[in-house]
């Protein structure tokens, strides 16, 4: 069995053990120590990783009591060796997990809700309730989480007797069969837990939910805390300063002017879809009547005007109707329309003629073209169907 020296100091940093196993795996060499700080993979979290002297540790799991170090060099056992954990990763996923901890504690206690579902990915937390929360009360879940790290709380993680356990309320998401150890923050939540937590709910720093959603006929919610959401916080102010200073507006004035820049686009998009059919009823009506097939090039018609022309040329000849909208370089969208020829019976002839791609009805196909203009105006000339 290895002592495991992460459930008597969270905040272990480094610590000496001896090597009693190291054996060869197909992804590196797993060792095994006398004791270690290295949390393995469980609860949600993710296992620790750093050195063990000179071998760099990626993985940690634990199997019957003994925990196993994934290292990408073996080690001679039998020597004392120090080691390391990265302490930043290991103390952001502290701060996340007693984050966690207190706002599923929160949401228990305000609303009933129980926690059945939990994610800690690298980057965000993931919480699944069993209860829809509108957003306004999950704002207040989240004021009564600050406020459980502004009181700066001890976090007790023990483990308790059979006899404790039997008086003792706890969260927890299955049956344990193992001995159960115990996360405890007074007044906010008491749950079962094998992984390391803060000692006190200050070293948290902040809770922040980002998101919200229905899932399963409950609520799935995004938040980060500590480190992770400060780092949010400033990547957030950097790109609203950025957005301020494009808008001349003030950082928390942007929603407003954003708002007006939408209505302005709005506004010109009307006006554009106006132009624009008026632009294709001027093109329609200087197109003279023909038994044949019409073709036209434009490059600023939307895919909607385009169609309109279309129809109006559909009127004025007995063969195709063809627009074509784009340029050489990127290729032509075309539309082709006619009354009286079966366009998807002969849309294979059509689009060699035109050394394009698309299909569609009887009365109108579709496509994209890579041929020349005027390659492209002299077959549909002499197109025949």
Request: with cysteine.
């Given at each position: 069995?290895?002592?495991?020296?992460y459930?008597?100091?969270s905040?272990?940093?480094?610590?000496?053990?001896?090597v009693?196993?190291?054996?060869y795996?197909e992804?590196?060499?797993?060792?095994?120590?006398?004791?270690?700080a290295?949390f393995p993979?469980?609860?949600?979290?993710?296992?620790?990783?750093?050195?063990i002297?000179?071998?760099?540790v990626?993985?940690v799991?634990e199997?019957?009591?003994?925990?196993r170090h994934l290292c990408?060099?073996?080690?001679p056992?039998?020597?004392e060796?120090?080691?390391?954990?990265d302490?930043?990763?290991?103390?952001r996923?502290?701060?996340?997990?007693?984050?966690?901890?207190?706002v599923?504690g929160?949401?228990h206690?305000?609303y009933?809700?129980e926690?059945?579902?939990?994610h800690?990915g690298e980057d965000?937390?993931?919480?699944?309730l069993?209860?829809?929360?509108?957003?306004?009360?999950?704002k207040?879940?989240?004021?009564?989480a600050?406020?459980?790290i502004?009181?700066d709380l001890?976090?007790?993680?023990?483990l308790?007797s059979?006899?404790?356990?039997?008086?003792m309320?706890?969260r927890?998401?299955?049956?344990?069969?193992?001995?159960?150890r115990?996360?405890?923050?007074?007044?906010?939540?008491?749950?079962?837990c094998?992984?390391?937590?803060?000692n006190?709910?200050?070293?948290?720093?902040?809770?922040?939910l980002?998101?919200?959603?229905r899932?399963?006929?409950?609520?799935?919610?995004?938040?980060?805390?500590g480190?992770?959401a400060?780092?949010?916080y400033?990547?957030?102010q950097?790109s609203?300063?950025?957005?301020?200073?494009?808008?001349?507006?003030?950082?928390d004035?942007?929603?407003?002017?954003?708002?007006?820049?939408?209505?302005d686009?709005?506004?010109?998009?009307?006006k554009?879809?106006?132009?624009?059919m008026?632009?294709?009823?001027?093109k329609?009506?200087?197109?003279?009547?023909?038994?044949g097939?019409i073709?036209?090039f434009?490059?600023?018609?939307?895919e909607?005007?385009?169609?309109?022309?279309?129809?109006?040329?559909?009127?004025?000849c007995?063969?195709?109707a063809a627009?074509?909208?784009?340029?050489?370089?990127d290729?032509?969208?075309?539309?082709?329309?006619?009354?009286?020829?079966?366009?998807?019976?002969?849309?294979k002839?059509?689009?060699?003629?035109?050394?394009g791609r698309?299909?569609?009805?009887?009365?109108?196909?579709?496509?994209?073209?890579?041929?020349k203009?005027?390659?492209?105006e002299a077959?549909?000339?002499?197109?025949?169907?």
């Open positions: 069995m290895t002592e495991k020296l459930y008597l100091d905040h272990l940093q480094e610590f000496t053990a001896k009693v196993d190291c054996e795996d992804r590196g060499f797993l060792i095994t120590l006398d004791k270690t290295f993979e469980g609860g949600g979290q993710q296992p620790d990783t750093g050195y002297g000179p071998a760099r990626i993985d799991q199997k019957d009591g003994i925990i990408e060099e073996p080690l056992m039998g020597i060796i120090l080691c390391r954990i302490w930043d990763v290991r103390f996923r502290m701060q996340s997990h007693s984050g966690e901890h207190i599923s929160v949401a206690r305000l009933g809700c926690n059945v579902g939990f800690m965000a937390i993931t919480i699944d069993n209860i829809d929360l509108s957003w306004e009360q999950l207040e879940v989240e004021r009564h600050n406020l459980a502004w009181s001890p976090v007790k993680a023990w308790p059979d006899e404790e356990l039997e008086h309320y706890y927890s998401k299955m049956e344990l069969k193992e001995r159960v115990v996360v405890r923050i007074e007044g906010y939540d008491s749950c079962a094998c992984a390391p937590h803060v006190h709910t200050g070293e948290i720093g902040i809770i922040k980002l998101d919200s959603q899932h399963r006929g409950g609520t799935r919610i995004t938040m980060l805390c480190q992770d400060y780092w949010d400033v990547r957030k950097e609203v300063t950025e957005i301020s200073q494009l808008l001349s507006a003030k950082r004035e942007v929603a407003p002017a954003v708002q007006r820049i939408l209505k686009q709005q506004a010109m998009r009307e554009c879809d106006k132009l624009s008026e632009l294709v009823r001027v329609a009506e200087s197109v003279e009547k023909t038994d097939n073709c036209l434009d490059s600023v018609l939307d909607i005007a385009q169609r309109e022309l279309v129809n109006q040329l559909m009127e004025k007995e063969g195709l627009v074509f909208c784009g340029n050489e370089e290729g032509w969208r075309y539309i082709i329309g006619s009354k009286n020829i079966d366009l998807r019976a002969n849309s002839a059509i689009n060699e003629a035109i050394e698309g299909g569609g009805s009887a009365q109108m196909i579709q496509g994209m073209s890579t041929g203009k005027e390659a492209i077959s549909l000339k002499t197109l025949s169907l």
